[in-house]
């Protein structure tokens, strides 16, 4: 990847794409709207609060992410969704659970219902629990990608964007595996139109937004872009993409914990995972077939991190489980329970429980609006294909085929600041610090 000579900046409006506009994707616009009304503070967002440390200690440079790069500011941002499902924004939010009605919603009634979803490519066949109205009727799959492409153009000219990014917020689909249609373009574009059931409608959402030149990322453990076909378009069309399946609750934790282990050379006998959840997020989950999506995701996390192929006395005989149980009344406040079987010194066993409150959707806020803000940066920056560093953001990474992904949530941190410097031209951050001692 070339070092970029010069980042166009961020002039004009920002369109944030959402396919998807349920509890994510709306408590995402809510607390934007909050923010830039000076209601609420963008809490988790590392374009809005975190600080780069740059050049040597002593300097004392450590001037705010969103002050070091050209990032669209929070009232460039204007919003577009698209969901089968035909409430708007405010409605959306309401049904959703996650925020205040009086509090965080209603000071903002007007500015949510504002945004009404367009019609969705969707189809039960890989959402079998839910269903709305509000869909989009062709004749075969191509077609229903180009009409997303028109939804893309009319979005921009009508909300006089200067650029747009996509930031899929859609439920988790069935479990698709990459195949022969997933491997050229010309076989996926043969495959829309031959209604291959290899294709589902998030993979069309990205195929529309790479064709447009629209970055896309990725939030649900879905397929979508993650294969050959798409890599190598976004790669022709100069369009960064990313994915998959936002890091947050329980995945978060481990990625926190189980390098910590790691490090301290302990053992790690199992690992079981319960979580209960009530939202429609959890509705849709409790299909076995979109189970498998999401657990497919979570899984890869530990072996990456602990790597048993090179310490089997510590990790090779590890059980790992994940369960999630649909639980209405919990809402989107789920409840993630960790037992962790650790061993140390002379093999004696420890063990950790963790009991993780967590707020789904709050958690996930925040790092739609990095990845829509990152991603936007990188296309101006000349940056295409996979962004691997921001994997910091995503449970299960996207990265180049034959590389293994890296999980440890400290390392992709660190990858991630490395790449602003780097784009910056500023100098990598190695820690070694020996010039201190000299
Ligand atoms: N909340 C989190 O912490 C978190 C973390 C990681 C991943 N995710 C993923 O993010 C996604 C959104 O989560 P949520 O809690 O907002 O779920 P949600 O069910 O509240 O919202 C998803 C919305 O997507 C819509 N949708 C489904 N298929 C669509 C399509 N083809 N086109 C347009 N819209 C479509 C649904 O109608 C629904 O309104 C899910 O896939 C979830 O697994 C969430």
């Known amino acids: ?40 503070s963008p809490v988790g967002s590392l374009t809005q609060m975190a600080t780069i440390r740059l050049g040597k200690r002593p300097d004392k440079r450590a001037p705010l992410i969103k002050d070091f790069v050209p990032l669209a500011g929070l009232d460039d941002l204007v919003f577009g969704a698209w969901d089968p499902i035909p409430d708007d924004g405010y409605q959306s939010a309401l049904k959703a659970g996650v925020l205040h009605k009086e509090q965080h919603l209603d000071p903002i009634e007007e500015f949510l219902a504002s945004i009404k979803p367009m019609p969705a490519a969707f189809d039960t066949a890989y959402v079998k629990k839910l269903d709305g109205p509000n869909k989009k009727k062709a004749s075969n799959k191509r077609e229903l990608a180009e009409a997303i492409r028109e939804d893309i153009r009319r979005f921009k000219k009508e909300q006089g964007c200067d650029r747009l990014v996509m930031v899929w917020c859609g439920s988790t689909e069935i479990y698709v595996r990459a195949s022969a249609v997933h491997e050229s373009l010309e076989a996926f574009v043969a495959g829309m139109e031959a209604d291959d059931p290899g294709i589902a409608p998030s993979q069309l959402y990205a195929y529309a937004a790479i064709m447009e030149g629209v970055p896309y990322a990725n939030g649900a453990p879905n397929l979508s872009a993650d294969f050959a076909a798409l890599e190598s378009l976004a790669v022709a069309n100069g369009v960064p993409i990313g994915g998959k ?18 490090t301290r050379m302990l053992g790690l006998s199992g690992w079981f995972s319960t979580n209960i959840l009530g939202n429609r997020d959890g509705e849709v989950l409790d299909d076995p077939e979109s189970f498998k999506t999401k657990e497919v995701s979570k899984l890869g996390v530990l072996e990456h991190i602990l790597q048993p192929e090179m310490y089997p006395q510590l990790y090779g005989d590890m059980y790992h489980k994940v369960r999630i149980n649909y639980y209405p009344p919990r809402g989107d406040n789920k409840e993630g329970w960790d037992n962790i079987d650790i061993f140390g010194w002379m093999g004696y066993p420890m063990q950790i429980k963790v009991d993780f409150l967590c707020r789904d959707s709050i958690l996930a806020a925040p790092i739609v609006l990095d990845l829509a803000l990152f991603m936007d940066l990188a296309s101006r ?15 299960s990474p996207q990265t180049a085929p034959g590389l293994y992904p890296e999980h440890d949530i400290f390392i992709q941190h660190f990858k991630l600041k490395n790449t602003l410097r780097w784009m910056m031209g500023e100098e990598q951050i190695t820690h070694l610090g020996v010039e201190y001692y000299e």
């Open 1 to 40: 990847m070339k070092q970029p000579t010069e980042i166009r900046p961020a002039t004009g409006k920002l369109g944030v794409l959402l396919p998807g506009f349920g509890a994510v994707a709306t408590t995402f616009v809510a607390g934007v709207e909050a923010a830039r009304r000076g209601l609420a």
């Open 381 to 395: 920056a000349g940056l295409k294909g996979i962004q691997e560093w921001l994997s910091f953001y995503f449970k």
């Open 245 to 262: 399946d936002f890091k947050t609750g329980q995945t978060l934790m481990k990625t926190i914990l189980a390098p910590g282990f790691k």
